[in-house]
T-cell receptor
Framework: QKEVEQDPGPLSVPEGAIVSLNCTYS??????FMWYRQYSRKGPELLMY????GNKEDGRFTAQVDKSSKYISLFIRDSQPSDSATYLC????????????FGTGTLLAVQP | DAGVIQSPRHEVTEMGQEVTLRCKPI?????LFWYRQTMMRGLELLIY????????DSGMPEDRFSAKMPNASFSTLKIQPSEPRDSAVYFC??????????????FGPGTRLTVL
C-alpha cells in the first residue's frame, strides 16, 4: 500500500463550482498536513496547512482533516479559472525530520 | 529576495552524457531539498541537506546520481551517465526552521531534463 494516495484527475469544472480534492494516507506518524498548488511549468507553493482534525478555512479554501479515517480534503468554493492548477497534498512527520511526503497531485481545470 | 534560483531551466542531452543541475537557495534558509517530478511517480524527494550536510539521501535512485552542497548558497545535482528514464523536471527547494512546525518549502522554477 502506498503511503499517500491521491486521485490524479484531471478534474474539469465550470466556473463557480465547488471543488473537492482528496488524499488518503496510511502512516499514523504524519502529524502535519498541507496542500501545495502548482501552476503549469512552475514550482509548487504552499496553499494551506493544518495539524488537527477538523476544518480550517482561508477565504474560498477549506482544508479538512480526518485523522481517524486517515483522510484529508481541500474544498474550493466559487472556483475561478485562476484556480486551474495541480494540487498536491503533503504530509510531514512529527519530531525533528523536515522532509515532506507528497501525493502525486490532482490536475484541476476551471472552465470560464 | 529573488527566491530559489535553478539553472539551467531546460537541458537536452544524449544518453551517457553527464548532466549537472544547479541551485541557489533563499538566503538564510538552512535546509535544501532536491526533488524529481514525473507524471507517473509525482514529486519524489531525492536528497536533502541541513546546514550543507546531507541528511537523507534514501531517495537517490542509484549511484549515477550525486549531490553536493559546498556552501550555504549553492548546491548541485549530478547525473553521470544519464539515461532516458532520468527525463523529468528536477526541483530544488529551501526552507528554514522557525516557530511554525510546517517549515514551508519554497520551490525553484525547476529544470526540465530530457535525455535522448
Amino acid at each position: 500500500q502506498k503511503e499517500v494516495e491521491q486521485d490524479p484527475g484531471p478534474l474539469s469544472v465550470p466556473e463557480g463550482a465547488i471543488v473537492s480534492l482528496n488524499c488518503t494516507y496510511s502512516n499514523s506518524a504524519f502529524q502535519y498536513f498541507m496542500w501545495y498548488r502548482q501552476y503549469s511549468r512552475k514550482g509548487p507553493e504552499l496553499l494551506m496547512y493544518t495539524y488537527s482534525s477538523g476544518n480550517k478555512e482561508d477565504g474560498r479554501f477549506t482544508a479538512q482533516v480526518d485523522k481517524s479515517s486517515k483522510y484529508i480534503s481541500l474544498f474550493i468554493r466559487d472556483s475561478q479559472p485562476s484556480d486551474s492548477a495541480t494540487y498536491l497534498c503533503a504530509f510531514r512527520y512529527g519530531g525533528a525530520t523536515n522532509k515532506l511526503i507528497f501525493g502525486t497531485g490532482t490536475l484541476l481545470a476551471v472552465q470560464p | 529576495d529573488a527566491g530559489v534560483i535553478q539553472s539551467p531551466r531546460h537541458e537536452v542531452t544524449e544518453m551517457g552524457q553527464e548532466v549537472t543541475l544547479r541551485c541557489k537557495p533563499i538566503s538564510g534558509h538552512d535546509y535544501l531539498f532536491w526533488y524529481r517530478q514525473t507524471m507517473m511517480r509525482g514529486l519524489e524527494l531525492l536528497i536533502y541537506f541541513n546546514n550543507n550536510v546531507p541528511i537523507d539521501d534514501s531517495g537517490m535512485p542509484e549511484d549515477r546520481f550525486s549531490a553536493k552542497m559546498p556552501n550555504a548558497s549553492f548546491s548541485t545535482l549530478k547525473i553521470q551517465p544519464s539515461e532516458p528514464r532520468d527525463s523529468a523536471v528536477y526541483f530544488c527547494a529551501s526552507s528554514f526552521i522557525g516557530p511554525s512546525p510546517y517549515n514551508e518549502q519554497f520551490f525553484g522554477p525547476g529544470t526540465r531534463l530530457t535525455v535522448l
